[in-house]
Each structure stands twice: as structure tokens, then as C-alpha cells.
């Protein structure tokens, strides 16, 4: 079974506007890693959290950590038409678990 | 420096041919894996090697499935005698060690389409 899911499934909104997402997962980890994926093919990695970790930033990034919860967030500020994508959050070490991904649609 | 890269980038292939995908790793990146996408899906995890250990070959879906990796940096995977449901984005990433906090390099896939 997925180890990672993402809320919602998909999102639309205007550009300029700030998008989030957020990831559920099931069983403790190390670290949680955000990717984007263009087009259907190869996978960007965006950032890292890791599990002692609360919030980290990167540029127009902020991924939260809740491990209480067993959940994190992908806020992405000032939404630009580029951003549209899929992103993906993923657990593990070594045998990465990717979830279905939430598809983003940036609206001019 | 040169990312990922896999080939070919598409294959159109008929029901029970074998077919052979290529994955060339970031140089020195010691660990490779490969995912398999089917359409509108995750990625869902298929085989893992690290340096000289063996493979976590875990993932694989059937033992029409293998992979190797010689000299410790080309992949090749094989899918033996295909099938439909074998149409899918096959995506190969390399990191350069295992373990935690490390970030995967992903190529940008080879598209399967068996007919």
C-alpha cells in the first residue's frame, strides 16, 4: 500500500495565489521528501525534511512536518503559470514510496 | 554535469516480445533504482541496487521482470514476454548513497506502449 498520500488530488487556482498540499503517511520516518513532475516524465526533487525538523523554506517553498500527526504540507507562495505540475511526496530510506501526487493547474 | 539519462525514450513493442530498457547513472552515484508509472498514477518502486549488494528486487511485479547493473553503473531492465499491462513510464533515478537524507536523481523515463 501507499506509504504517502497527498490531498487533494488535484487543484486549480489563480496565479499569484498560494497553493498547498499535504501528504499523509502511515509509519514513522526519517525524512520526507517533496518531488514535481512535468509532463508526465522525470522527477525534480524539491526538499527535504527531516524528522526532527518542524518547517524548512526554499525560495517560494514551505514544507511543514508533523510527525504527530504523521503529516506534512507543500505551501507554494505567489503561484507562478510554471508551477503547474504534479507533486509528489515520498518516506524511505533507501526503497523510496512515492504517493499518487496532487496535479496543480496554475490558472492565468 | 550529465544527469540521469535512460533509453530509448519511447518504445512501441507487440504483446510477448521481450524489451530492454537502458538507465546510465550520474557518474559515481553508487546507488540506482528503478520505478515503474502507469498513467495518471505514483511511481510505484521496482528494484534498488546499492554499490555490490545485492538488489532489493522487491518491487518487481512478476518474474518476467530483471534487472542488472554492470560495473557498478548502467542498468539495463528486462521485461520478458510483455504484456498490456506493462504499459507504463518506467523511470530510473540514482542518488549518490543510500540510506536517509539522500535526494534521487530521476532520468526522464522510457514510455513502454505494449500493443
Known amino acids: 500500500s501507499q506509504q504517502g498520500e497527498e490531498d487533494p488530488q488535484a487543484l486549480s487556482i489563480q496565479e499569484g495565489e498560494n497553493a498547498t498540499m499535504n501528504c499523509s503517511y502511515k509509519?514513522?520516518?526519517?525524512?520526507l521528501q517533496w518531488y514535481r513532475q512535468n509532463s508526465g516524465r522525470g522527477l525534480v526533487h524539491l526538499i527535504l525534511i527531516r524528522s526532527n525538523e518542524r518547517e524548512k523554506h526554499s525560495g517560494r517553498l514551505r514544507v511543514t512536518l508533523d510527525t504527530s500527526k504523521k503529516s506534512s504540507s507543500l505551501l507554494i507562495t505567489a503561484s507562478r503559470a510554471a508551477d503547474t505540475a504534479s507533486y509528489f511526496c515520498?518516506?524511505?530510506?533507501?526503497?523510496?514510496?512515492f504517493g499518487k501526487g496532487t496535479r496543480l493547474h496554475i490558472l492565468p | 554535469g550529465a544527469g540521469v539519462s535512460q533509453s530509448p525514450s519511447n518504445k512501441v513493442t507487440e504483446k510477448g516480445k521481450d524489451v530492454e530498457l537502458r538507465c546510465d547513472p550520474i557518474s559515481g552515484h553508487t546507488a540506482l533504482y528503478w520505478y515503474r508509472q502507469s498513467l495518471g498514477q505514483g511511481l510505484e518502486f521496482l528494484i534498488y541496487f546499492q554499490g555490490n549488494s545485492a538488489p532489493d528486487k522487491s518491487g518487481l511485479p512478476s518474474d518476467r521482470f530483471s534487472a542488472e547493473r554492470t560495473g557498478g553503473s548502467v542498468s539495463t531492465l528486462t521485461i520478458q514476454r510483455t504484456q498490456q499491462e506493462d504499459s507504463a513510464v518506467y523511470l530510473c533515478?540514482?542518488?549518490?548513497?543510500?540510506?536517509?537524507?539522500?535526494?534521487?536523481?530521476f532520468g526522464p523515463g522510457t514510455r513502454l506502449t505494449v500493443l
Open positions: 509509519t514513522s520516518i526519517n525524512n
Open positions: 515520498a518516506t524511505g530510506d533507501d526503497k523510496i514510496i
Open positions: 533515478a540514482s542518488s549518490p548513497t543510500s540510506g536517509s537524507y539522500n535526494e534521487q536523481f
